[in-house]
């Protein structure tokens, strides 16, 4: 069985310091994992993904993440947060067989205070 | 590439009404998948195709819930007889399958359903 958890259903910042959204996945297999960002009224956009080759993974807007499979942990980070990147964030797990359908965790509102 | 669209973007219906939503994937993908997100979670997957053949629908929430891919171009999914716990967006993705491993879903902007 796959799923993931996400540590902090709300995490506030204040513009300019540093991001850390936290997620725990499990997994029988090899997994692939994936951050998303969700926007009010937009649609689910990729950040970054895992697959197997780089353990710290670079993504869009200046995020990035770490692949620590002793701690089984994917957590997201960015060094100085901007009034944009308030939206929903999830971390999300992928299988390599069968279906690769996704299993989303349960979000992260990420607040950035002026 | 103009990405994953779906049709309507809001839907009201009345309970026991049937709804039918429409998903347009990318031209080129092969995959299509469609999942629930209710209010305050993540999206669920439901069910999803590669080409015309409907390969997983165990997870579609109940037999009032269907879906097809005809030409395996857009898909649709319907609801029959809707209930109030329908109520949530309904998310479409697709993607460029190939047996390298897990690719990129792209998601569609999704269908708000209410039913009152």
């Known amino acids: 069985a796959q799923s993931v958890t996400q540590l902090d259903s709300h995490v506030s910042v204040s513009e300019g310091t540093p991001v850390l959204l936290r997620c725990n996945y499990s997994s029988s297999y090899s997994p692939s994992l994936f951050w998303y960002v969700q926007h009010p009224n937009k649609g689910l956009q990729l950040l970054l993904k895992?697959?197997?080759?780089?353990?710290l993974v670079k993504g869009i807007n200046g995020f990035e993440a770490e692949f620590k499979k002793s701690e089984t942990s994917f957590h997201l980070t960015k060094p100085s947060a901007h009034m944009s990147d308030a939206a929903e964030y999830f971390c999300v797990v992928s299988v390599e067989t069968g279906a690769n359908n996704l299993f989303f965790g349960t979000g992260t509102r990420l607040t950035v205070i002026p | 590439d103009t990405g994953v669209s779906q049709d309507p973007r809001h839907k009201i219906t009345k309970r026991g009404q049937n709804v039918t939503f429409r998903c347009d994937p990318i031209s080129e993908h092969n995959r299509l998948y469609w999942y629930r997100q209710t209010l305050g979670q993540g999206p669920e997957f439901l069910t999803y195709?590669?080409?015309?053949?409907?390969?997983?629908k165990s997870r579609l929430l109940s037999d009032r819930f269907s879906a097809e891919r005809p030409k395996g171009s857009f898909s649709t999914l319907e609801i029959q007889r809707t209930e109030q716990g329908d109520s949530a967006m309904y998310l479409c993705?697709?993607?460029?399958?190939?047996?390298?491993?897990?690719?990129?879903?792209?998601f569609g902007p999704g269908t708000r359903l209410l039913v009152l």
């Open positions: 895992y697959t197997s080759a780089a353990t």
């Open positions: 195709f590669q080409n015309e053949a409907q390969l997983e």
């Open positions: 993705a697709s993607s460029l399958w190939s047996s390298g491993g897990p690719v990129t879903q792209y």
